[in-house]
């Protein structure tokens, strides 16, 4: 079945580590994204990449980078210079263009928290 | 300034009630209202909304968009305990060949037996 797949689902980090939360996705969609979840925050964008090496900054991507060197795949990499890391983080993916009716695929998030 | 503003927040009600959540935007590059429902990890696609007074209908579940007043409503009939959730409005806007989702904070639902 095609889907997009997260992992871990659960991590602990110590503060001033580098963390990097994987997802892959078989669905062949272009677009992919991360968001991260705070409680009473909704979901706010981190980074997106329409196409294989080429990705931008969304709204709050201080202290997390990413790459994008295959399809499949957008690893997030959480930095010490992020100051509050602990979160609830989602990745999605979509199709290109505007006749995609269905919005995005999410996959099933990684909660890190940072001890 | 949050772009997409839902209300409420939270919301407690009993199996059986109607409930109606809110979700505002801004019209700026507007290209459609999408809403999600978030049980436990990833967010489910429930509704994309385009056309102004056009509503779409999934058994219980209902939304609408006006897009003279830049707001969506999805209407939940005979709730049950399995439609407690949080429940996320997404603005998409235009872009050059993609688009991004932008979300409001959700209302969390609680429906009790």
């Known amino acids: 079945d095609g889907g997009i797949t997260q992992s871990p689902k659960y991590l602990f980090r110590k503060e001033g580590q580098n963390v990097t939360l994987s997802c892959e996705q078989n669905?062949?969609?272009?677009?992919m994204y991360w968001y991260r979840q705070d409680p009473g925050q909704g979901l706010r964008l981190i980074y997106y990449?329409?196409?294989?090496?080429?990705?931008q900054k969304g709204d709050i991507a201080e202290g997390y980078s990413v790459s994008r060197e295959k399809k499949e795949s957008f690893p997030l990499t959480v930095t010490s210079a992020q100051k509050n890391p602990t979160a609830f983080y989602l990745c999605?993916?979509?199709?290109?263009?505007?006749?995609?009716?269905?919005?995005?695929?999410f996959g099933s998030g990684t909660r890190l928290t940072v001890v | 300034e949050d772009k997409v503003v839902q209300s409420p927040l939270s919301l407690v009600v009993h199996e059986g009630d109607t409930v109606t959540l809110n979700c505002s935007y801004e019209?700026?590059?507007?290209?459609?209202l999408l809403w999600y429902k978030q049980e436990k990890k990833a967010p489910t696609f429930l509704f994309m909304l385009?056309?102004?007074?056009i509503e779409k209908k999934s058994g219980r579940l209902s939304s609408i968009l006006d897009k003279k007043e830049l707001f969506s409503i999805l209407n939940i009939t005979a709730t049950q305990t399995g439609d407690s959730a949080i429940y996320l409005c997404?603005?998409?806007?235009?872009?050059?060949?993609?688009?991004?989702?932008?979300f409001g904070k959700g209302t969390k639902l609680s429906v009790i037996p």
């Open positions: 997404a603005e998409k806007l235009s872009g050059a060949g993609s688009y991004q989702l932008t």
């Open positions: 990449s329409q196409i294989v090496n080429d990705f």
């Open positions: 385009t056309s102004s007074g």
């Open positions: 019209v700026t590059n507007f290209r459609s």
């Open positions: 999605a993916s979509s199709r290109q263009g505007t006749t995609n009716n269905y919005g995005y695929t």
């Open positions: 669905l062949n969609h272009d677009a």
